[in-house]
């Protein structure tokens, strides 16, 4: 057994036609190539069963303290409330209880946008009516009231 993988297993990869390009017909008999059956077995095997990763993972296992690794129950508890997560996460997406990041970022700089234009344009719609008054008490008043107008428009 090589790879740690049964001769069932490899007549099933076989059948499905996943290591077709490793058999090869001899006289009437199909064989297959030892070499290029392995590549292509490492190529569709999903990562869990890719023995670089497996050989990793022991290496970083290996490196740890007893009490550093998490029994398998717990492994798998962790797993399975990060997956209720991600799924409680979709179903709020889906609701509309929750907004990307993007679309605010978006948002806030329309809105951060308008802040500035509407303060900008203050200036330019005061100056000929405060040019001529000379109350410095009027001239507050006004400023005030024109900032506040810009600040309800923008909050509607």
């Known amino acids: 057994m090589l790879k740690n993988v049964s001769r069932q297993a490899v007549s099933q990869k076989v059948k499905k036609g996943k290591l077709d390009g490793a058999v090869v017909n001899h006289n009437g008999k199909r064989l ?7 590549r292509l077995w490492d190529l569709q095997a999903p990562p869990s069963k890719n023995l670089s990763v497996r050989k990793n993972l ?11 690794i998490p029994s398998y129950g717990e492994s798998k508890a962790k797993r399975e409330y990060f997956l209720a997560e991600l799924a409680k996460l979709d179903v709020e997406e889906k609701k509309g209880a929750l907004i990307s990041t993007e679309e605010i970022k978006k948002s806030s700089f329309a809105k951060g ?5 509407s ?22 008043e006004i400023i005030t009231e ?3 107008q810009a600040l309800e428009n923008l909050a509607k």
Do not use: C, M, Y
């Open 32 to 38: 297959v190539n030892k070499e290029e059956a392995f």
């Open 58 to 68: 022991k290496e970083e296992i290996s490196n740890k303290t007893t009490e550093e």
């Open 113 to 117: 946008r308008a802040i500035r234009e």
């Open 119 to 140: 303060l900008f344009t203050i200036a330019s719609r005061l100056a000929n009516q405060l040019a001529g008054e000379k109350d410095p008490k009027v001239i507050h």
């Open 146 to 148: 024109e900032h506040r």
